[in-house]
């Protein structure tokens, strides 16, 4: 899968966000990168044989009052491609699938959500599809 169709993935992975939870996504930009840098790796103690497929980073809106309005730099959601497509097996639909749930959880951990949060509400939204 080329870049661009990866990319655009990501674009139809976000518009399935629910239009009344999108509109509350402010100041965050959306990015692909191939793989977690070093960098990143270290900083979520990562093992070895453990990877991401996305990251948020930034000030979730239940902090957001606190740091004021103005100049703050957008939150950052970095999804990584090889990791997600590797995980699929080169399947276009399950990198699909694997690309929306990526982004509803960067998106969760924008609102607030913690990781054992987004993982049970992820959950609860697996067993209503």
């Given at each position: 899968?080329?870049?661009?169709?990866?990319?655009k993935?990501?674009?139809?992975?976000?518009?399935?966000?629910?239009?009344?939870?999108?509109?509350?996504?402010?100041?965050?930009?959306?990015?692909?990168?191939?793989?977690?840098?070093?960098?990143?790796?270290?900083?979520?103690?990562?093992?070895?044989?453990?990877?991401?497929?996305?990251?948020?980073?930034?000030?979730?809106?239940?902090?957001?009052?606190?740091?004021?309005?103005?100049?703050?730099?957008?939150?950052r959601?970095?999804?990584?491609?090889?990791?997600?497509?590797?995980?699929?097996?080169?399947?276009?639909?399950?990198?699909?699938?694997?690309?929306?749930?990526?982004?509803?959880?960067?998106?969760?951990?924008?609102?607030g959500?913690?990781?054992?949060?987004?993982?049970?509400?992820?959950?609860?939204?697996?067993?209503?599809?």
């Amino acid at each position: 899968m080329t870049t661009e169709e990866f990319e655009k993935l990501v674009e139809e992975g976000f518009a399935k966000i629910p239009e009344r939870l999108r509109e509350k996504v402010k100041n965050v930009a959306i990015f692909v990168e191939d793989v977690p840098s070093l960098e990143t790796r270290k900083k979520q103690n990562l093992s070895r044989y453990q990877t991401l497929f996305g990251l948020y980073e930034g000030i979730p809106n239940t902090r957001r009052a606190h740091y004021g309005v103005g100049m703050t730099l957008p939150d950052r959601i970095t999804i990584f491609r090889q990791p997600i497509e590797s995980a699929a097996e080169g399947d276009p639909e399950h990198i699909r699938e694997i690309v929306r749930d990526t982004i509803w959880h960067e998106i969760a951990h924008h609102f607030g959500m913690d990781e054992p949060a987004v993982r049970a509400s992820e959950k609860k939204r697996r067993l209503r599809q």
